[in-house]
């Protein structure tokens, strides 16, 4: 890893993918924090001695608490044909959470209708009728077990606002460290245990099959399951 940058899990003249860390911004907002696009902007103007602005698309998002797989365009051409793939749904993302309590089956699709609350920068679930509420769907599985916490995989079959956070809270099973929807207290450094842990695509310009996956956070939990399941 280069010093001060994420780790690197892809690069090529089209794309470049990142193991996000869970204090890493995507793109700015009122913290005026440095984004994690301008850091990549940067490392890419280092490593191949740029002149000039360097262009980096951004085609999809993580939540700042959330590590794993973060996609960047370095094209203009990747990047439209990524936010197509995107909106088209034919790229699989799979994501890790690690929750309190265990849920009430060892697989299970969970559906909800979720709104957005702009105030407070949060989603709730409400009735299906609600012309606001937005069809949300995710399958679980249960992979793992501790004596305190179960690690779920998790497939999004659409992609709302928070969609993971609020569905898990949903049947009383909130993400460790996730105070915003119920876990009742913070992780040290401010992390939650939600983690985009694979993406699987045909790459949008040279079209051979990619399966980028990414090391879970350097943490005890997290190292728990890698070591007694063999995760990493």
């Not at 088209?88 to 309190?100: D, L, N, S």
């Not at 105030?119 to 409400?126: C, E, L, P, R, Y």
């Not at 012309?131 to 599985?141: F, I, Q, R």
């Not at 992390?191 to 790459?203: D, P, Q, T, V, Y």
């Amino acid at each position: 890893m280069l010093q001060g940058y994420p780790d690197i899990i892809f690069e090529d003249n089209h794309l470049l993918i990142v193991n996000k860390r869970s204090s890493d911004i995507v793109q700015g907002d009122k913290t005026r924090d440095v984004p994690l696009v301008d850091l990549m902007k940067q490392y890419l103007k280092d490593k191949y001695n740029k002149p000039g602005n360097v262009y980096l698309g951004v085609p999809h998002r993580l939540d700042r608490p959330t590590s794993g797989v973060l996609m960047f365009a370095k094209t203009s051409k990747a990047l439209s044909r990524l936010n197509l793939m995107f909106r088209e749904r034919e790229i699989q993302k799979t994501y890790w959470a690690v929750v309190k309590a265990t849920p009430p089956q060892k697989r299970d699709t969970l559906i909800n209708y979720l709104t957005k609350i702009e105030s407070s920068n949060k989603s709730i679930a409400v009735s299906k009728g609600n012309a606001d509420g937005k069809y949300s769907e995710l399958n679980y599985d249960i992979i793992a077990k501790s004596d305190n916490y179960s690690l779920l995989e998790i497939l999004p079959k659409t992609g709302r606002h928070h969609q993971i956070r609020v569905q898990l809270s949903k049947i009383k099973c909130p993400i460790k460290g996730d105070v915003k929807y119920g876990f009742k207290r913070t992780n040290e450094n401010a992390s939650i245990h939600l983690h985009a842990r694979k993406l699987e695509l045909i790459h949008p310009v040279t079209k051979e099959e990619l399966i980028i996956v990414a090391p879970t956070p350097n943490d005890s939990l997290w190292n728990y399951f890698e070591k007694t399941v063999g995760l990493r």
